[in-house]
């Protein structure tokens, strides 16, 4: 059984830094692209940021971009998700996905129905 599992959320102040994890088991992603998206309440699930198997390639949501880094560790079949200077408006539980088919190592989806695997989620909640 395939399992995506996050870590790593809470609460933190504005300007604080999180780092979250999400760790895969039942099968490797060496060669399948790896995403995080974010939901708050009454919103809908928004992409935050994707990377390549390679690593090579990686894509953010402009309102991400420039504060949080993406990156993947394959010899432990995990995607990392790097959080600094965190704003009150990045309060959602944060979801990680990787996409079943394997990827060129230069292309990152950013819809969610690209992905087939999905975490629970990890809340993160940035207080003001």
């Known amino acids: 059984q395939v399992q995506l599992v996050e870590s790593g959320g809470g609460l933190v102040q504005a300007g604080g830094s999180l780092r979250l994890s999400c760790a895969a088991s039942g099968r490797t992603f060496r060669w399948n692209a790896r995403g995080w998206f974010r939901q708050a309440p009454g919103k809908e699930r928004?992409?935050?940021?994707?990377?390549?198997?390679?690593?090579?390639?990686?894509f953010y949501a402009d309102s991400v971009k420039g504060r949080f880094t993406i990156s993947r560790d394959n010899a432990k079949n995990t995607v990392y998700l790097q959080m600094d200077s965190l704003k009150p408006e990045d309060t959602a539980v944060y979801y990680c996905?990787?996409?079943?088919?394997?990827?060129?190592?230069?292309?990152?989806?950013?819809?969610?129905?690209?992905?087939?695997?999905w975490g629970q989620g990890t809340q993160v909640t940035v207080s003001s």
């Open positions: 996905a990787a996409d079943g088919r394997a990827d060129d190592g230069v292309y990152v989806p950013t819809t969610p129905a690209t992905y087939d695997y």
């Open positions: 928004e992409f935050v940021a994707a990377i390549s198997s390679s690593g090579g390639s990686t």
